[in-house]
């Protein structure tokens, strides 16, 4: 019988995402003897235009030509698969849709910007097409990634796991920065998915992994404010990798409107 086929697909992002596959090292090399990799620029395969069984996707959709490509690959693939927080939310370069910056932004760092051919606004995958998976993170997880090959093979859902960092903390038996060292935690607020890795260092979570489930943003900036820290750097919390998740663009934006130009921690 015929290997499943894959393809790893870049729009406009770092490859940090696509660095997941690569560092699964065995795992990869097993993966390969079950599954035909055919599309992946990363690791030396070419062949944007095949049809695949599984297509995943790294990088948000901010040029024309991104919205032209994304329409072939969903039309090649059997599932559609947006990996890391450029595709699932359109990552740190969707902050030029906050306010209308695209212009400003794009005339202070190019040259010429007048050959520069970009969106107004900057659109995760699922804006586009239909996703048949997203998979959250900054970077995405290599675990998670293989998780979801095994299970979409098999034509089992895959598990969307929304808990938040806070439970992940709590089986890590990592010692809480929001209630001992009044850190700004975005943990409350984010799903799992990196091991509480910034925790367990000591260190405040960023929001790497999106919206958790039912997230209470509102109330954790809140808390936020109660810390001392000023509506700006309440509003940097939210509106940073994920800033265009829902959950985050909202609380996000009334602490940008009523910011006083304070700095960020």
Sequence with gaps: MNKPRIAVHKFSSCDGCQLAFLNLGEALLQLNEQVEILHFLEAGMSDAETEVDIAFVEGSLSTPDELERIQQVRANSRYLVSIGACAT????????????????????????PEFIQTLKEVQPIAAAVQVDLELWGCPVSSAQVLAAIRALLFDVAPIDDRDRVCLECKRQ???????????PCMGPVTRTGCGALCPRFGRACYGCYGPSETPQTDTLAQRF?????????????????????????HTGKVFYHSGTGGQDD
């Design 225 to 249: 404010a109660g810390f001392g820290l000023l509506p700006d750097a309440i509003a940097r919390r939210f509106l940073l990798i994920n800033s265009q998740a829902p959950a985050f663009l």
């Design 173 to 183: 038996q990592a010692v809480c920065v929001l209630v001992t060292g009044a850190a």
């Design 89 to 112: 939310s359109g990552g740190l370069q969707a902050l030029r849709n906050l306010e209308g910056q695209h212009d400003s932004w794009r005339d202070a760092i190019y040259a010429r």
